[in-house]
């Protein structure tokens, strides 16, 4: 019983056992009730006239004064005739004045009256029964006929008979064998069994489902994050499945999420470990060398050893510089601080301070910028690394003799950027990567070009805080170019 009630299956079912039970029990004190009134109502309107029809046997004895012993006896002929009825004569204020056996039985020396006026000004419409009181009974009410007399010339009262006096005591013994009512009760009783059990059955099905339902949300929370609950139906337990399943969902997306940003750390710290630990120990070789052999070095030798030491300390302040910046964009510290700038001067701007590493290389640095160029809206300081950044790789990448170019295109809400070179290319199946984390295309090359792979991530996600993209299109043996777009003011 304790596991019962401690199941859905169990409390639901109870509960509605114990309704189908007191709605039994209302519906059958309803219909003991009813065919009760319904007795008592056909009886009190075949009667209805029985009072008017005795009248006429008092008359004589009412006339001058009221002979008691005549009226008695009246009284006692007619109950003789008729057991079933009980006669009194009252006075119009409803006082006993007449009646048959003996007076200790009488608890009421006067009865209400109103019942019988409502009675003698009945007409079409007036429903029975009429419910009057029985003088021999404290609490019963019964029914009765009554019709008006006179006496002691001119005084008003009434003939009341109480109808079927006993008639009333035994109707619910007699309904207890009656046939109607009996079917009736095991029809009542055949529909509440058949609801019950239909009910239990229903509920059984309901709650199957709903075990089901807890049988996949434990696997759930044990790992098996792909369990899904099949919906089904569109009710109420269906869409509770469906908003687990949704939920199920985000979770097993979050938890991918989640692995995969766990190995992108792991593997981060991988990078900067590798990055950090080789400039860092070709630069303490460097050092013991220079320490041990002072004195046997050549100057030429101390100059090629200080060169080598100084573009790794180079590169490593570089890669902890991106790495600062790349932080702080990930963390949103670094927000844009927008305003209203040309991107034609930016450009400018940058493709100058480049200038001197292009004439380095004999590349032909060129812009192409329209005149009239409306102003960008975004945080000038960012954008200036997205073209430092971008125009950077252009020249390392590119070989001697080559072209790097950064155009400028209006459109009609935005502004167009396109920096392109005569590069190697990048390799189709690299292209999609090279805005990964630490992502080299040619890992040697990079690395000793004093390449991190985190440039094109930052430029990526100083873009996006600007609510644009980056794209790349790329040629192997062709060159590459690089576009995004800023809105105009
Ligand atoms: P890195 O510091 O190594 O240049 P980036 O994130 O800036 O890192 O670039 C990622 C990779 O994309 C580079 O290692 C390089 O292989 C490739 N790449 C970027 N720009 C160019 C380009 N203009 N031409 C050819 N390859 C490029």
């Known amino acids: 019983?304790?596991?019962?009630?401690?199941?859905?299956?169990?409390?639901?079912?109870?509960?509605?056992?114990?309704?189908?039970?007191?709605?039994?029990?209302?519906?059958?004190?309803?219909?003991?009730?009813?065919?009760?009134?319904?007795?008592?109502?056909?009886?009190?309107?075949?009667?209805?006239?029985?009072?008017?029809?005795?009248?006429?046997?008092?008359?004589?004895?009412?006339?001058?004064?009221?002979?008691?012993?005549?009226?008695?006896?009246?009284?006692?002929?007619?109950?003789?005739?008729?057991p079933t009825v009980e006669i009194y004569l009252l006075h119009e204020d409803g006082t006993l004045l007449g009646f048959f056996g003996d007076s200790t039985n009488i608890v009421h020396k006067k009865v209400a009256v109103e019942p019988i006026h409502t009675f003698l000004n009945?007409?079409?419409?007036?429903?029975?029964?009429?419910?009057?009181?029985?003088?021999?009974?404290?609490?019963?009410?019964?029914?009765?006929s009554a019709e008006r007399i006179r006496f002691n010339r001119n005084q008003e009262g009434f003939l009341y008979v109480i109808i079927g006096g006993e008639l009333y005591d035994s109707i619910l013994s007699s309904l207890r064998g009656s046939y109607i009512l009996s079917t009736s009760f095991i029809a009542i009783l055949v529909t509440l069994v058949f609801g019950a059990i239909v009910g239990l059955i229903l509920f059984f099905f309901l709650t199957k489902r709903l075990h089901k339902m807890t049988d996949v949300v434990q696997e759930f929370e044990e790992g098996s994050f792909s369990k899904r609950i099949p919906v089904g139906s569109g009710d109420d337990v269906g869409r509770l499945a469906l908003a687990f399943n949704n939920m199920a969902e985000r979770i097993e997306e979050n938890v991918k999420t989640l692995k995969k940003n766990d190995k992108e750390r792991r593997d981060f710290i991988a990078n900067i470990s590798h990055d950090l630990r080789s400039p860092l120990a070709s630069i303490q070789g460097y050092?013991?060398?220079?320490?041990?052999?002072?004195a046997q070095l050549s100057t030429d030798e101390r100059r090629k050893f200080m060169d080598t030491m100084y573009h790794n300390v180079t590169n490593l302040n570089h890669l902890v510089h991106q790495l600062f910046e790349l932080s702080k964009l990930d963390s949103m510290e670094s927000k844009p601080d927008f305003e209203a700038f040309s991107i034609g001067e930016l450009v400018q701007d940058v493709v100058l301070k480049y200038k001197p590493?292009?004439?380095?290389?004999?590349?032909?640095?060129?812009?192409?910028?329209?005149?009239?160029?409306?102003?960008?809206?975004?945080?000038?300081?960012?954008?200036?690394?997205?073209?430092?950044?971008?125009?950077?790789?252009?020249?390392?990448?590119?070989?001697?003799?080559?072209?790097?170019?950064?155009?400028?295109?209006?459109?009609?809400?935005?502004?167009?950027?396109?920096?392109?070179?005569?590069?190697?290319?990048?390799?189709?199946?690299?292209?999609?990567?090279?805005?990964?984390?630490?992502?080299?295309?040619?890992?040697?090359?990079?690395?000793?070009?004093?390449?991190?792979?985190?440039?094109?991530?930052?430029?990526?996600?100083?873009?996006?805080?600007?609510?644009?993209?980056?794209?790349?299109?790329s040629e192997v043996g062709m060159g590459t170019t690089f576009s995004f777009a800023l809105k105009i003011q």
């Open 1 to 82: 019983m304790k596991r019962l009630l401690g199941t859905l299956f169990g409390k639901i079912s109870i509960i509605f056992l114990l309704l189908i039970f007191f709605l039994g029990l209302i519906q059958m004190l309803v219909s003991v009730q009813s065919s009760m009134d319904f007795v008592c109502e056909s009886d009190q309107r075949i009667n209805q006239d029985l009072a008017a029809n005795l009248a006429g046997k008092f008359a004589p004895f009412l006339n001058d004064s009221l002979d008691h012993e005549a009226i008695r006896a009246m009284i006692h002929e007619l109950m003789v005739m008729n």
């Open 122 to 144: 009945r007409d079409e419409k007036q429903r029975f029964p009429i419910m009057g009181v029985d003088p021999r009974s404290y609490v019963k009410k019964k029914i009765f």
């Open 287 to 294: 050092l013991e060398t220079i320490i041990m052999k002072d």
């Open 357 to 473: 590493q292009a004439e380095k290389k004999k590349i032909n640095l060129e812009t192409k910028i329209p005149l009239q160029l409306p102003l960008i809206i975004g945080d000038i300081g960012m954008i200036d690394r997205v073209l430092s950044n971008l125009v950077d790789n252009a020249l390392r990448y590119t070989g001697n003799g080559g072209h790097v170019r950064v155009e400028v295109q209006p459109r009609s809400d935005h502004v167009c950027v396109h920096i392109s070179d005569t590069g190697p290319g990048i390799p189709a199946e690299d292209l999609p990567h090279i805005f990964d984390r630490f992502y080299r295309v040619d890992k040697s090359r990079s690395r000793r070009s004093g390449g991190t792979g985190i440039g094109l991530t930052i430029v990526k996600r100083i873009l996006n805080a600007h609510d644009t993209t980056i794209t790349a299109e």
